[in-house]
């Protein structure tokens, strides 16, 4: 049996759409992730089992990318600029602070959190630029208590680390 995959994919674009919103919460982005998820759908139709639930792989599909998305965005988003006041080069100020301890630690910080697994990384750097617990339970699909359970988990896993490499 062949299943036609652009005719499942007419059929489940609703659906699709409106769960590629509730990802994103942006109609420009949720329309970039449908076309990236229809992308994928169709290049990797020979990967579809026939007689498994089409709307499933394919809800599968989509969270995986937003979920790859979230993590590169999170990569680009990692350059911190601290300065103060661009404007004023010539000030008087005689002396600048020096960051570079604090940035050590950020570093050192991040580090550790990228080895965690992605079970916990992903709630916890949610967690981390500002997502509510509900809303990381949401766009994750999980339930509220499974992610606080996470974040809690990987928090006191990284104060291990922590300890463990200032011993």
């Known amino acids: ?23 994103t919460r ?12 229809a992308y994928k759908i169709i290049k990797n139709k020979d990967k579809y ?11 599968t ?6 979920i790859n998305n979230y993590r590169k965005k999170k990569r680009r988003n990692l350059l911190i600029d601290s300065t103060e006041n661009d404007f ?4 008087n100020q005689s002396a600048v602070a020096n ?3 604090s940035q050590m630690a950020f570093d050192e910080i991040m580090t550790s959190v990228n080895t965690l697994s992605d079970d916990f990384r992903i709630p916890f750097l949610m967690r981390y630029e500002g997502y509510k617990y509900d809303e990381i339970a949401e766009e994750l699909n ?6 606080k359970s996470r974040i809690h988990f990987a928090r006191k896993k990284l104060k291990g680390m922590l300890e ?4």
């Not at 599909?61 to 937003?66: E, K, L, S």
């Not at 999980?142 to 992610?147: C, E, Q, S, V």
């Not at 463990?164 to 011993?167: E, K, R, S, T, V």
Request: proline residues 1%; charged residues 20%; without cysteine.
């Open 49 to 59: 089992n026939v007689g498994t639930n089409f709307r499933a792989w394919s809800y």
């Open 61 to 66: 599909i989509m969270r995986n990318i937003f």
């Open 99 to 101: 960051s570079g301890e």
């Open 88 to 91: 004023y080069l010539d000030s």
């Open 1 to 23: 049996m062949v299943i036609d995959i652009s005719k499942q994919l007419i059929e489940y674009r609703s659906s699709l759409e409106a769960f590629a919103n509730s990802l």
């Open 26 to 37: 942006n109609v420009d982005d949720a329309s970039d992730l449908f076309q990236e998820t």
């Open 142 to 147: 999980l339930p509220l208590g499974t992610i």
């Open 164 to 167: 463990h490499q200032g011993a």
